[in-house]
């Protein structure tokens, strides 16, 4: 039973997270994969704790956490009080009006002095693929875990299969 709700649950990650942020990027629309990859970091965050996927005011919790465990100094460096967390994620999230304090853009448009996770003229640069491969780090690490059994399982209400997202 656990490795059944196991593999869904990865298999849910997987669909989600990674296949239809990486159908965004295909299609070109790189900035509304950066409102969802900030989405989805904050929900990896909830695979990594012990409450309901709903939990209330856990949002910044989440985001950092998966930041942190997920995705690696670089992304904790910046995330210093919540910053990424308010600059991307809450802001995009909320607005869908990009913070004056990032650069974003994707690989087709960066210079040599606009590198990913760096500063240039007092913004961050995120390049889409690049924040792509790393959520997809983040997801395949997160994979490890579960099949090591260190994170709890959460109930998925709905499989993809329920959402009409099957290939």
């Not at 990650?13 to 295909?26: A, H, N, T, V, Y």
């Not at 969802?36 to 012990?50: H, P, S, V, Y």
Request: charged share 30%; net charge positive; with cysteine.
């Amino acid at each position: 039973m656990e490795k059944i709700k196991a593999d869904q649950e990865k298999e849910f990650i997987s669909r989600i997270f990674i296949d239809e942020i990486g159908r965004l990027q295909k299609e070109g629309f790189y900035f509304f994969s950066f409102i969802l990859m900030g989405q989805a970091i904050e929900a990896l965050g909830c695979f990594l704790d012990n409450k309901p996927l709903k939990a209330r005011a856990q949002s910044s919790k989440r985001f950092s956490k998966a930041l942190n465990i997920l995705m690696g100094n670089k992304y904790r460096a910046v995330n210093n009080d919540h910053w990424l967390y308010d600059k991307l994620r809450n802001q995009l999230t909320h607005s869908f009006v990009p913070s004056k304090s990032l650069h974003l853009l994707s690989r087709d448009k960066q210079t040599v002095e606009l590198n990913h996770l760096e500063w240039c003229d007092d913004r961050l640069v995120l390049i889409a693929e690049d924040m792509y491969d790393d959520l997809k780090g983040a997801c395949k690490h997160l994979f490890s875990m579960i099949d090591k059994g260190k994170v709890p399982l959460k109930n998925i209400a709905a499989s993809p299969e329920d959402l009409l997202l099957h290939n």
